[in-house]
């Protein structure tokens, strides 16, 4: 038997075309993720930032390195991506904590709560926070002002504080589905055992319950602090109107707001150097700590059951905790925005404003002329970037999982490397690749950000399609090809069919975070590609707060509607796949 296996594997590494999968998806993941990167990389060695064009130089390299101005960005950014991290991590796990190891009443309820802060893209929340703690205009502050008598207001969102604040509450949702699976696997009878044991509830804590969830604690806590290191939706919304840069906000000043008068590319590279390496370097523990998690899993013959915690005194606290994660994620922006764009201009909450309320921000936004050319682009950039990502990662799925291609570890890793390289990044990179190579003449198009929404959204696509393929077993296949059937026939009325319920959830969670994304759409913005999110901003930078919250509103209650349709998409899906 032994020797038979031996011989199948040799006679399939003997194949002249094995490594063929290999090298056909190694050709659109050089194109979307290793070329945009390398020019990158050759760019900062340009004099004038291009690459086509002559010379060589380590002026910007030298130059831009040895500014202590750099650094303190850099050091600056890092205090706010630890902030966020941490923030959205403690709430993430304190709900995940809650909801599957406690007694909390409608724990199914707050499942389906947690995925709604989703529908609030990050920008539209930094706006919701600012309407509300402006320190001049803000609704809260005027109200407190004037329930108080006070002659100054109280809270001020234009600080680091409220940057981590907003870019926190921002990420706990993502927190917290990373860190429920975690603890719905824990076995119970570990802790029963210790407790039986004579053990104190602080040594199951620190000596079962710990090391089972350090993985994900630690690989939740790399993944947020490579979102946060280079987003731009905060920081450009709350920090860079008082001159609090960041990373991402200083990118975006070199390109769009150059003291020069002119893009500095090459300082750009440069900075996009440092940053590349932090980020591949987490990127890199990210991976090895998600692929070595299965050392801290229980094995055990039986189904694990859970132990649940009654909660007894503590449970309206922990309810009130719920409740207000709900007011501050969901309710308080959504009624900010929303009184907000039934008014002529910002005011707080009173008889005078009630009277002023009517919907002519609305008929401003939705009579404007451009509106249904910018919603056509959104929805063309996100059914192109959602079925390119989804097709491509179900391919590199199937040849990471189900065969021995030579070559298909590094395939796997060029997928996963667009976490590393976030849209501030990866827009920087296409506009150096797409302005050197003229004869590919996208830049200024939808396309160029169909085509960065495809890059930056691919790792995801990816690691969800590697997990649904590895629960598909081998003997279907075999059996098909036992059968006669080529492979397009195998995949077409086998694979597909059974990871429909994958593909749906992959493709509605791209499509939808392609609709809200800002950051590459925005570096990557000309005069005729313009997206709800750029509008959305266009109107926020220009001064007009009514009119930006009447879109938002609209944003928003337009993602709430795709992520009902796509969970009933999955729905169907599932039910179509079953038995």
Same mark, same amino acid.
């Given at each position: 038997m032994t020797n038979a296996g031996t011989g199948l594997r040799d006679a399939r590494n003997a194949d002249p075309f094995a490594f063929l999968p290999?090298?056909?998806?190694?050709?659109?993941?050089?194109? *979307?993720?290793?070329?945009?990167?390398?020019?990158?990389?050759?760019?900062?060695?340009?004099?004038?930032?291009?690459?086509?064009?002559?010379?060589?130089?380590?002026?910007?390299?030298?130059?831009?390195?040895?500014?202590?101005? *750099?650094?303190?960005?850099?050091?600056?950014t890092l205090q706010f991506a630890i902030g966020s991290t941490a923030l959205a991590l403690i709430i993430g796990t304190a709900l995940a904590w809650l909801v599957e190891r406690t007694d909390i009443a409608g724990a199914g309820l707050i499942r389906a709560l947690m995925i709604l802060p989703m529908a609030m893209p990050p920008f539209i929340m930094a706006i919701a926070w600012i309407i509300l703690l402006s320190p001049r205009t803000g609704i809260a502050n005027l109200a407190l002002m004037q329930m108080f008598g006070l002659t100054s207001a109280p809270l001020d969102i234009y600080n680091m504080t409220g940057m981590i604040f907003v870019e926190g509450l921002s990420l706990s949702p993502s927190a917290f589905l990373i860190m429920a699976p975690a603890f719905r696997k824990l076995d119970a009878t570990l802790e029963e055992a210790a407790l039986m044991s004579g053990a104190g509830m602080v040594d199951v804590v620190r000596r079962i319950a710990l090391p089972l969830l350090a993985p994900a604690l630690a690989g939740s806590a790399i993944y947020l602090l490579i979102v946060s290191l280079v987003v731009f939706d905060v920081p450009?919304?709350?920090?860079?109107?008082?001159?609090?840069?960041?990373?991402s906000t200083h990118v975006y000043d070199l390109l769009f707001h150059s003291p020069k008068g002119l893009p500095e590319y090459g300082a750009v590279?440069?900075?996009a150097i440092i940053i590349a390496a932090a980020l591949v370097a987490l990127c890199l523990v990210y991976q090895r700590l998600t692929r070595t998690a299965g050392r801290f899993?229980?094995?055990?013959?039986?189904?694990?059951?859970?132990?649940?915690?009654?909660?007894?005194?503590?449970?309206?606290?922990?309810?009130?905790?719920v409740v207000l994660f709900v007011l501050l994620t969901v309710i308080a922006p959504i009624c900010a925005i929303g009184w907000t764009s039934l008014l002529p201009y910002q005011m707080a909450f009173s008889m005078d404003a009630l009277r002023q309320m009517s919907f002519a921000n609305h008929r401003v936004f939705l009579t404007d002329p451009a509106l249904l050319k910018v919603i056509g682009h959104s929805l063309m950039i996100a059914l192109t970037?959602?079925?390119?990502?989804t097709g491509l990662a179900m391919l590199i799925a199937w040849v990471v999982v189900k065969t021995n291609a030579p070559g298909r570890r590094l395939i796997d890793l060029l997928a996963f490397l667009p976490l590393a390289f976030p849209g501030v990044l990866i827009a920087t990179a296409l506009i150096y690749v797409y302005l050197s190579i003229p004869l590919v003449r996208i830049y200024g198009t939808i396309w160029i950000i169909a085509v960065a929404h495809t890059t930056v959204f691919l790792s995801y696509a990816s690691r969800a399609m590697n997990a649904a393929m590895l629960q598909l077993h081998n003997e279907l296949e075999e059996a098909a090809r036992m059968s006669g059937a080529h492979w397009l026939t195998m995949m077409r009325r086998i694979v597909v069919p059974l990871l429909l319920p994958?593909?749906?959830?992959?493709?509605?969670?791209?499509?939808?975070?392609?609709?809200r994304e800002l950051s590459s759409a925005l570096l990557l913005q000309g005069r005729d590609n313009a997206t709800l999110p750029t509008l959305l901003f266009s109107y926020w930078n220009q001064g007009y707060p009514t009119t930006t919250a009447a879109v938002a509103i609209w944003l928003v209650l337009g993602?709430?509607?795709?992520?009902?349709?796509?969970?009933?998409?999955?729905?169907?899906?599932?039910?179509r796949s079953s038995p």
């Open positions: 290999s090298f056909l998806l190694s050709l659109p993941l050089i194109w *979307l993720v290793v070329a945009p990167l390398v020019i990158l990389l050759v760019c900062a060695f340009r004099p004038t930032g291009f690459l086509l064009d002559p010379g060589f130089t380590t002026a910007h390299i030298t130059d831009t390195w040895a500014d202590p101005d *750099l650094w303190r960005l850099f050091g600056r450009g919304a709350i920090g860079h109107p008082v001159g609090i840069l960041l990373v590279s440069a900075i899993t229980t094995i055990t013959g039986k189904a694990s059951r859970q132990r649940t915690i009654p909660l007894g005194r503590a449970r309206p606290f922990a309810q009130a905790g970037a959602s079925f390119a990502a994958a593909l749906a959830a992959v493709w509605i969670w791209v499509f939808t975070h392609s609709v993602l709430v509607a795709l992520m009902a349709v796509g969970q009933g998409l999955q729905a169907i899906a599932t039910r």
